[in-house]
């Protein structure tokens, strides 16, 4: 078969792999900084492009933030984004104008995770799933019924949104359980501690069991515990997977996040498994291939 080509973009950094069928293990081109613009974007895609054996009959892309079809709706780290049809800026990438067998296909960088997660990691098997990344931000994706739920415009499960407090003014640009919950509150929780530590340290000192570093981690854990009951009690899926850099730290943070589970739960709820992702950081661009292999429908696992 024909090469597909996958870019897993982030906001600050570029991944491109590559595979011939589905199923293949993807073949890496080369990782490097976020693009500066769009056409910048446009000519990096072309040139991973040029290193397959033939030119690519689909383009995958993870993007960091709302995707409506091929068009980026609004990316807060890459704002040139916003209002680009993706299919449009990469036609030049194809030996012809796209058609059902040149086609380009995008998606939100948490779905396109879970949709490799439920195809060959963590939530295989699986028609309900639930995967919350923790990183800079917050990204996070259900599994219905056998499909990546995406909303009206693409920006469906958006829980860095969520909120567990009524007196919580809000934000232009960030959630809630985003500012309580991801890699910036726990750098912010380890930076108080004696002598200071990012978030990385913050959760090694737990994993060892100093008092002052489980206290510091209590209030994100509570925050992106009281969220998943909420998103638990809602959807009931068969698992809870944790991704992003939080991933490394599911030993530390699952019993923890079942302390607060458990009690926000009816009792059929409460055994929801709890577990790290199977793809690690490879997830987005395992996602971005596979969905370039199934194509336009790409979150219909089970049809």
Same mark, same amino acid.
């Given at each position: 078969?024909?090469?597909?080509?996958?870019?897993?973009?982030?906001?600050? =950094?570029?991944?491109?792999?590559?595979?011939?069928?589905?199923?293949? &293990?993807?073949?890496?081109?080369?990782? !490097?900084?976020?693009?500066?613009?769009?056409?910048?974007?446009?000519?990096?895609?072309?040139?991973?492009?040029?290193? /397959?054996?033939?030119?690519?009959?689909?383009?995958?892309?993870?993007?960091?933030?709302?995707?409506?079809?091929?068009?980026?709706?609004?990316?807060?780290?890459?704002?040139?984004?916003?209002?680009?049809?993706?299919?449009?800026?990469?036609?030049?990438?194809?030996?012809?104008?796209?058609?059902?067998?040149?086609?380009?296909?995008?998606?939100?960088?948490?779905?396109? *995770?879970?949709? *490799?997660?439920? &195809?060959?990691?963590?939530?295989?098997?699986?028609?309900?799933?639930?995967?919350? *990344?923790?990183?800079?931000?917050?990204?996070?994706?259900?599994?219905?019924?056998?499909?990546?739920? =995406?909303?009206?415009?693409?920006?469906?499960?958006?829980?860095?949104? &969520?909120?567990?407090?009524?007196?919580?003014?809000?934000?232009?640009? /960030?959630?809630?359980?985003?500012?309580?919950?991801?890699?910036?509150?726990?750098?912010?929780?380890?930076?108080?501690?004696?002598?200071?530590?990012?978030?990385?340290?913050?959760?090694? $000192?737990?994993?060892?069991?100093?008092?002052?570093?489980?206290?510091?981690?209590?209030?994100?854990?509570? $925050?992106?515990?009281?969220?998943?009951?909420?998103?638990?009690?809602?959807?009931?899926?068969?698992?809870?997977?944790?991704?992003?850099?939080? $991933?490394? &730290?599911?030993?530390?943070?699952?019993?923890?996040?079942?302390?607060?589970?458990?009690?926000?739960?009816? =009792?059929?709820?409460?055994?929801?498994?709890?577990?790290?992702?199977?793809?690690?950081?490879?997830?987005?661009?395992?996602?971005?291939?596979?969905?370039?292999?199934?194509?336009?429908?790409?979150? !219909?696992?089970?049809?």
């Amino acid at each position: 078969m024909s090469p597909v080509l996958g870019i897993d973009l982030g906001g600050t =950094r570029l991944r491109a792999a590559w595979s011939s069928q589905p199923g293949d &293990a993807p073949r890496a081109l080369g990782e !490097e900084p976020a693009p500066r613009s769009a056409g910048d974007l446009g000519a990096r895609v072309a040139a991973y492009a040029r290193q /397959l054996p033939q030119p690519p009959t689909a383009i995958g892309l993870t993007i960091p933030g709302l995707v409506d079809g091929t068009v980026c709706r609004w990316v807060p780290n890459l704002p040139y984004l916003d209002g680009v049809d993706l299919a449009n800026l990469l036609k030049p990438v194809f030996a012809d104008p796209p058609t059902q067998h040149g086609h380009v296909v995008a998606g939100n960088d948490a779905q396109l *995770a879970l949709l *490799a997660e439920a &195809a060959d990691g963590a939530a295989s098997g699986t028609r309900d799933a639930i995967l919350v *990344a923790v990183g800079t931000g917050i990204g996070s994706a259900v599994l219905s019924q056998g499909r990546i739920a =995406r909303g009206a415009h693409g920006g469906a499960c958006s829980f860095g949104w &969520a909120c567990a407090d009524l007196s919580d003014p809000g934000d232009e640009r /960030l959630g809630w359980l985003e500012r309580n919950a991801s890699g910036t509150a726990l750098d912010a929780a380890g930076a108080t501690l004696d002598p200071p530590r990012d978030g990385a340290g913050l959760i090694a $000192a737990a994993r060892a069991g100093d008092a002052a570093a489980l206290r510091a981690l209590e209030p994100a854990v509570a $925050a992106l515990g009281a969220t998943l009951a909420g998103a638990v009690a809602l959807l009931d899926p068969e698992v809870v997977l944790l991704a992003g850099g939080v $991933a490394a &730290a599911t030993d530390v943070l699952e019993p923890l996040l079942r302390e607060q589970l458990a009690p926000r739960l009816p =009792r059929h709820l409460r055994a929801v498994p709890v577990r790290a992702g199977a793809h690690g950081p490879r997830a987005g661009i395992a996602g971005a291939l596979i969905a370039a292999h199934r194509g336009p429908t790409w979150w !219909e696992l089970h049809r």
